[in-house]
């Protein structure tokens, strides 16, 4: 349902989107028309709540200054509707060339209880090295490593 | 065991984008977009121009995380990609132009051994400053895969998660430490929390900071840059802003309509951003900041803002210059501007362009529309308002510019009229006794008079020539004319006095026939001279003297009538140089002298839409290997033209057929006319590089599109299409489709118009005995509820269209009732009874039910632009599937199949039950078999026993397949698709010893395509046996998935099977997959319970990239390769040449 707000007042000729809205708050935008509007306020009008917003100019705002990184990209696109595309699918890439990987990803394998808990006890350990004969630690914790797929 | 052997290959690549990313990837200063459609990448390079596409890349895997990342330092960007099956990789780009590598950096898989899969979703994050990436594979894990730049290998750890449900996770801006904010659901609502992570520790050590119940629907979260910082959670109605201290909330009324899809960030400051929704509306969302006294940056307000409406974003991401590309994956990806006015209506968007998308394929019907012996696919294709018909065909298409009425064309070309003429300007269009001249100025046709021209008569031959003169050629004279000042130079008449019957010419020579007798003129400065004059032996039926090269021709081709042969005669004397017969006693209409890239061919087309083919030797005009194809069946005129610099041969007959050079071979492609009687090219201002064709009755000028491609044609329909049926009594199509209406005040109303609300005419169910309350109110305002409805509740209506299949008009919609769901349609006669008639499958779906428990079988007839229900028949659950069977009606109804026959009350009655299903999916017939798929128990071969009235379960397969489509391929073999993206082939061995063994379906074969299959049909795109074919395949099964793409399965003989395996075998050995993915592995059967080794299967796709290789590498695939060229067992080493030969003819293959 569209209503337009017949108290709109004629003034500084300002674009405003003016959305009408039903009362369970179901809204359509759209609708221009010319007013001067400052700020947000909600009035009730033939029981529709039309909440007015100064969002010509705030869009004008928000699209102003997009980002350009190259000011050329785009500005020879010819403009004559919109263009269908079905065809135009970039060249398969067909890759002969074995370039070894720098890296490889591996999962470490370590149950995370038992990481946490060999964790706690360096960290025990690191606190209470002078109570315990720390070469026998550093045996143990040598004897076994982690592991890696 | 048995095992099957079939190819399979990708007909139409995934459309669905699924993601998409913005960043430097091929070089610092390049803007490149990169899509993900599914199991490939696409590289495109932003340009003043537009989008020029570099690359598209093929990964052994379906891609579930897409992003980009920088190292600190790094003036490119890197690429991440991680496969659902957990292969995760980095990628690099390298060179530029044609050298440009791909290169792994990193790779490996980072599955776990155990670990339940994530229910939201694998989630992926990268850290802003590079230091780790963060992904959400299994419940309660967080993998961290430390980017240490120096380390060869990147070792990944899981920390524990323990908040349930997580909803979303991102890396914050601007910590000391990596941490990562995340959205996750327990009892009391939804909560928002930032966890820090020691890299040292490999653990979470702290909690910044969280926001306890937030919006009970928020789903999305936005870090913010610097120096704002925090963090955007996009809620169902609401947008927060935390920065940890304090928070900023909004509800803008915009949000209420749908739910937020995607983003994308606009500036790198980070205070614009693009949001979408599902119901396509496009928004801003903007940051407004202030600057406090002490200098920090704050959040004053949010702004959220509609700029426009797009097509259903899954994924946004921002160019360059104001231009935004939306991947979609329901509809159409777009390529649009933001204006800073608004237009007429409102919005800040302008489309600038649409790439086409198929996905989600529901259901597809494979169908011979035009008669002309192949196959168009018509597919079920979007859903919501992007839902459409999409009409699929193989060949070339013209696109129309501009049509005129005019019938009885006999002739056709194109002039430069005036000395200074670069454009076409006149049309020369003969008819029987006359001769039209149409004049092109801008884009206006006149006819108008040509001076000099003869207008009571019909042309023969008409052309630009040397010396800026025009030649008329009709039967009484050859006419030469100045073409500036349009005065008669010269005519020249037979010595004989006979008419002329057949003409051709070019620049500067031109060679007539009266009857027998033949004359050979040179075109001069104002006059023609006679150089040579024969007597044939028979009368000619058709000339030509189209020059090999450049300059004059050397030769002249000639068909002659009564002995049916192609001649070769030397210029100027017109000795005979050749006479090749061609056998039979159909008349040559057309001949042709044709040379595509120095290779030159003879071609004569005969009276019945057969064409023979010669290879010319062009020095001594000797003819060999003489080919034979049927193209029509009407009489074919051939016609030399160049498009985009392609020369290319057209052939005007009942199925135009455009001839052409690729790949060092003549391919032959339909065009998607139906009859073309004549054409010329015509390169006009207006209308550049395009053909003027002639029809029966009218002519049309338009281009030709790229040469060898699927043709789509779409039918938006704008609500959701679901099951397809075609009838061709009545030349329409059946489609089942959904519909989206709201409860308001004054009930029931569609939320937008659409192809049900807009239909030429409208019915609705209105009684259906005990199952539901009967209602009888029109469509819009719908049946009343069964049980009322909320205000503002969404409610599905399910529809059939009828379609007519030639304009592809709604000619009729019927509304179901309301929580009836139509589940599926069939189009068939039953009993004795000769009306086919549309049957629908339906069920009432109740949200409490956790099964439908009551449907319907409903029966309609349309004939006469009427749609009427027949009969009905209640049936006990849903009816998910039917098929006609020997006429009777085959239904599965929750976890039965069931037989119904036609009584001649016209009446459903059960004939007989199967009830071993957990629920009957999908059904497949042939002959007395019938194949149930099943929700999760594979798939049933079934026999009816008419003697009996029973069924018999002959075999089945107790693997625990979860089936999405099934299909019979042979008495024996059957083929299924899963949700783990699998297609398996069962068979059955009736001849095995034991009752067991003959009871249980052998697994004969098995491949992962990495995409879900929805439909399975047989037929073929193409025309089959077109020329001679080198690969032996057997029958053609398509099939339509969730991306969008086409698939196509074929059955090849053990050995060619043998041969194909080793060839992707070594093929497998050259090409270096990117992410370094074992194609083994890639295509290895897999779900959540096993994995095997791909078995039975040949991998086209792969195969047809040997056609990509470089010839060098090609050699080295085939060096050493076998082939058996008779199939006497004789085997040969293959050359480069043969295999060529082998891979493309399996790419005509669709």
């Known amino acids: ?149 | 065991m048995s095992t099957a052997h079939h190819y399979i290959v990708t007909a139409h690549k995934p459309t669905a984008v699924t993601s998409c990313v913005t960043g430097n990837f091929t070089s610092p200063l390049d803007i490149n977009l990169i899509l993900a459609k599914n199991t490939r990448l696409e590289l495109y390079l932003v340009t003043p121009e537009g989008l020029r596409p570099l690359k598209e890349i093929a990964i052994y895997g379906k891609i579930a995380i897409l992003k980009l990342f920088r190292h600190v330092g790094a003036d490119k960007d890197l690429l991440f990609v991680v496969t659902a099956r957990y292969n995760a990789m980095i990628l690099e780009c390298r060179g530029e132009g044609d050298s440009l590598e791909i290169v792994t950096v990193a790779h490996g898989n980072v599955g776990d051994r155990i670990g339940k899969p994530s229910e939201t979703g694998i989630i992926g994050t990268i850290d802003p400053e590079a230091r780790v990436i963060g992904l959400k594979l299994y419940e309660g894990l967080f993998k961290i895969i430390p980017l240490e730049k120096d380390n060869s290998e990147l070792r990944a750890y899981n920390i524990r998660l323990e908040e349930p449900q997580i909803q979303d996770i991102e890396f914050l801006y601007g910590c000391p430490n990596p941490t990562i904010i995340l959205i996750f659901e327990d009892a009391s609502g939804r909560h928002v929390k930032a966890r820090e992570i020691s890299l040292k520790d490999k653990d979470f050590v702290k909690v910044p900071w969280k926001q306890e119940n937030v919006e009970s629907h928020s789903s999305m979260v936005i870090p913010v840059p610097q120096p704002l910082g925090g963090v955007i959670v996009i809620g169902q109605e609401s947008i927060l802003y935390h920065n940890g201290s304090t928070f900023l909330a909004v509800a803008p009324g915009a949000m209420k309509q749908s739910t937020i899809m995607c983003y994308a960030r606009v500036d790198p400051t980070g205070s614009r951003y693009l949001l979408g929704d599902l119901i396509g509306h496009l928004f801003m969302l903007f940051l407004e900041r202030e600057e406090r006294p002490d200098g920090i940056t704050i959040v004053k307000d949010i702004k959220f803002e509609v700029l426009g409406v797009i097509s259903t974003p899954e994924c946004i991401t921002y160019l360059d210059n104001g231009v935004v590309f939306i991947g979609s994956r329901l509809g159409d990806s777009q390529l649009i501007r933001l204006n800073t006015e608004a237009n007429d209506s409102g919005s800040y968007v302008s489309l600038m362009e649409t790439f086409t998308n198929l996905a989600p394929i529901m259901d597809m019907v494979v169908v011979d529309m035009d008669k002309q012996g192949q196959g168009q696919l018509i597919t079920c294709s979007g859903a919501y308002k992007e839902g459409s018909l999409r009409i699929i065909r193989n060949g070339i298409g013209i696109q129309e510019h501009a049509s005129l009425d005019l019938s009885g064309i006999k002739g056709l070309w194109a002039l430069k009229v005036g000395g200074e003429a670069i454009y076409d300007n006149m049309l020369v269009v003969s008819g029987i006794g006359d001769t039209r001249f149409l004049y092109l100025c801008g884009e206006e046709v006149e006819e108008t008079e040509l001076p000099g021209f003869i207008q009571d008569s019909q042309t023969l031959w008409s052309s630009n020539v040397c010396h800026s003169q025009m030649v008329q050629v009709t039967v009484k004279a050859v006419r030469l004319v100045d073409s500036s000042s349009k005065i008669l130079l010269c005519e020249w008449k037979t010595p004989s006095g006979k008419g002329i019957s057949v003409v051709a010419g070019n620049n500067s020579q031109i060679v007539c026939a009266a009857g027998s007798e033949l004359y050979y003129l040179e075109i001069e400065k104002g006059s023609f001279s006679l150089q040579a004059e024969k007597i044939m032996e028979n009368e000619v039926a058709c000339l030509d003297i189209t020059p090999l090269g450049s300059g004059k021709a050397h030769f002249v081709a000639a068909g002659l009538w009564t002995d049916v042969s192609a001649l070769i005669l030397s210029v100027p004397r017109l000795d005979v140089i050749t006479k090749e017969p061609m056998k039979g006693e159909i008349i040559p209409r057309s001949i042709l002298l044709a040379s595509f890239d120095d290779n030159c061919y003879l071609m004569c087309a005969l009276g019945d839409g057969s064409l023979f083919y010669f290879t010319l030797n062009p020095v001594s005009g000797t003819l060999s290997d003489t080919k034979k194809v049927t193209l029509g069946t009407q009489p074919t005129v051939l016609k030399f033209f160049k498009s985009q610099s392609t020369a290319s041969v057209f052939a005007c007959s009942d199925r135009p057929t455009v001839i052409y050079w690729s790949n060092h071979k003549l391919v032959f492609s339909n065009v998607n006319l139906r009859e073309v009687s004549h054409m010329c090219p015509l390169n006009a201002m207006a209308f550049p590089d395009s053909l003027a064709l002639a029809t029966d009755n009218s002519l049309t000028i338009g281009t030709i599109d790229e040469i060898q491609k699927l043709h789509i044609r779409t039918v938006p329909l704008g609500e959701t299409p679901k099951r397809i049926s075609y009838q061709e009594t009545s030349q329409t199509f059946g489609v089942i489709t959904m519909r989206v209406d709201m409860m308001d005040t004054s009930g029931l109303t569609p939320t937008k118009p659409s192809a049900s609300t807009q239909a030429a005419s409208v019915s609705c169910s209105s009684s259906v005995g005990t199952l539901i309350r009967p209602s009888t109110s029109g469509p819009s305002s719908a049946s009343l509820p069964s049980q009322p409805l909320e205000y503002g509740q969404d409610v599905e209506v399910h529809n059939l269209l009828i379609v007519d299949q030639h304009t592809f008009e709604v000619l009729h919609s019927h509304q179901f009732m309301q929580n009836e769901y139509a589940m599926c349609i069939e189009s068939c006669k039953l009993g004795e009874d000769q009306t086919p008639y549309y049957i629908v499958g339906t069920a009432f779906v109740v949200p409490d039910e956790t099964e439908p428990k009551a449907g319907r079988i409903v029966i309609f007839q349309y004939a006469d632009g009427k749609l009427q229900q027949i009969a009905e028949k209640e049936v006990r659950g849903s009816c998910y599937c039917l098929a006609g069977f020997n006429g009777k009606i085959l239904a599965g109804i929750n976890s039965t199949v069931r037989l119904f026959e036609w009584t001649s009350e016209k009446e459903l009655r059960v004939e007989c039950s199967y009830f071993n299903s957990i629920l009957a999916l999908y059904l497949k017939c042939k002959g007395d078999f019938i194949l149930v798929g099943d929700l999760m128990r594979s798939m049933t071969l079934l026999q009816y026993k008419s003697m009996e009235g029973t069924f018999e379960e002959i075999a089945r397969d107790y693997n625990p397949n979860w089936m999405t489509a099934i299909e019979i391929v042979d008495d024996d073999t059957f083929l299924g698709t899963d949700n783990a993206f699998n297609m398996f082939v069962c068979t059955k061995d009736g001849g095995a010893a034991t009752d067991e063994e003959r009871c249980q379906m052998q697994d004969a074969g098995r491949i992962y395509l990495g995409d879900m299959v929805n439909t399975i049909r047989h037929g073929s795109l193409v025309r089959q046996h077109l020329g001679d074919t080198s690969v032996p395949t057997t029958g053609s099964i398509l099939f339509g998935t969730l991306s969008g793409s086409v698939g196509l399965i074929t059955q090849i003989p053990g050995t060619f099977f043998e041969f194909l395996l080793e060839l992707q075998e070594r093929l497998t050995k050259v090409i270096k997959p990117v992410g370094k993915v074992d194609h083994a592995y890639w295509r290895s059967f897999y779900n959540d319970r096993k994995q095997e080794p791909s078995e039975g299967f040949i991998d086209g796709d792969l195969i047809e990239s040997f056609l990509d290789l470089p010839r060098d590498t090609m050699r080295d695939v085939v060096n050493g390769l076998q082939i058996d060229p008779q199939g006497t067992g004789m085997k040969q080493q293959a050359l480069v040449d043969d295999i060529i030969k082998i891979v493309e003819d399996l790419t005509r293959i669709h």
């Open chain 1, 1 to 149: 349902m569209h209503h337009l707000n017949p108290m709109l007042k004629q003034g500084e000729g300002k674009v405003i989107i003016m959305r009408t809205c039903a009362k369970d708050g179901n809204e359509d935008v759209g609708f221009i028309t010319r007013g001067a509007i400052s700020g947000e306020r909600e009035k009730k009008v033939d029981k529709v709540y039309i909440k007015e917003v100064e969002v010509a100019i705030v869009v004008n705002d928000f699209l102003s200054g997009l980002p350009s990184k190259h000011p050329d990209n785009f500005q020879k696109w010819v403009m004559d509707g919109p263009k269908s595309n079905v065809t135009r699918r970039p060249a398969s890439y067909v890759p002969t060339k074995d370039i070894p990987a720098q890296q490889v990803i591996v999962t470490e394998k370590t149950n995370i209880l038992l990481r946490y808990l060999h964790q706690q006890f360096d960290k025990k350990s690191g606190k209470h090295g002078s109570k315990r004969d720390s070469s026998v630690l550093e045996d143990d914790t040598s004897r076994k490593r982690s592991r890696f797929e």
